[in-house]
């Protein structure tokens, strides 16, 4: 979502499109009811929410605490309602392809995994716990966190450039 890099980019399209702007909170943290179970918070960084409320003011729904937190900005007829969540398709072709153009990327090689699997990886790069990043993920096994790691598919990362010759 807008927030991507910055907290808030291993959310699920539908744990981004499931979010009430009440669940948001000042404290560094998004609330998932998704998630009753396991890892129902996020940690968000200050620099998301801070994107994050100048978008609800700039949108004008910060104050609707109810309402979901990503809205469209008009229906594709022009008309109707707006105070409903945006659905996993508009994230994908509105929101996803539409920067992806933008950046130069053809948007059909790619799609939310992939910048799931970029954040994790980046994470992991940067010295993220394995267990951290599973549970920034929201996973359950961390086999299945091993899945987004795409730091092995490196040549450089070989262990063939770990052995002294």
């Given at each position: 979502?807008?927030?991507?890099?910055?907290?808030l980019s291993l959310l699920g399209r539908g744990e981004a499109v499931g979010m009430?702007?009440?669940?948001?909170?000042?404290?560094?943290?998004?609330?998932?009811?998704?998630?009753p179970s396991r890892y129902p918070y996020v940690p968000a960084h200050p620099l998301?929410?801070?994107?994050?409320?100048?978008?609800?003011?700039?949108?004008?729904?910060?104050?609707?605490?109810?309402?979901?937190?990503?809205?469209?900005?008009?229906?594709?007829?022009?008309?109707?309602?707006?105070?409903?969540?945006?659905?996993?398709?508009?994230?994908?072709?509105?929101?996803?392809?539409?920067?992806?153009?933008?950046?130069?990327?053809?948007?059909?090689?790619?799609?939310?995994?992939?910048?799931?699997?970029?954040?994790?990886?980046?994470?992991?790069?940067?010295?993220?716990?394995?267990?951290?990043?599973?549970?920034?993920?929201?996973?359950?096994?961390?086999?299945?966190?091993?899945?987004?790691?795409?730091?092995?598919?490196?040549?450089?990362?070989?262990?063939?450039?770990?052995?002294?010759?």
């Amino acid at each position: 979502m807008a927030c991507s890099g910055h907290g808030l980019s291993l959310l699920g399209r539908g744990e981004a499109v499931g979010m009430v702007v009440f669940r948001l909170t000042r404290r560094c943290y998004c609330v998932l009811p998704q998630r009753p179970s396991r890892y129902p918070y996020v940690p968000a960084h200050p620099l998301a929410l801070e994107r994050i409320h100048d978008y609800l003011q700039t949108a004008g729904h910060g104050e609707d605490l109810e309402g979901p937190l990503f809205r469209p900005l008009k229906n594709p007829a022009g008309r109707g309602n707006t105070e409903r969540p945006l659905t996993h398709g508009a994230v994908y072709h509105q929101v996803l392809r539409k920067h992806a153009q933008t950046a130069g990327i053809d948007g059909k090689s790619f799609g939310p995994h992939a910048l799931r699997a970029t954040a994790a990886t980046n994470a992991l790069d940067r010295g993220a716990d394995l267990g951290k990043v599973q549970e920034w993920l929201g996973h359950a096994n961390v086999s299945t966190t091993r899945l987004y790691d795409r730091r092995r598919s490196r040549p450089e990362d070989s262990p063939t450039f770990r052995v002294a010759y």
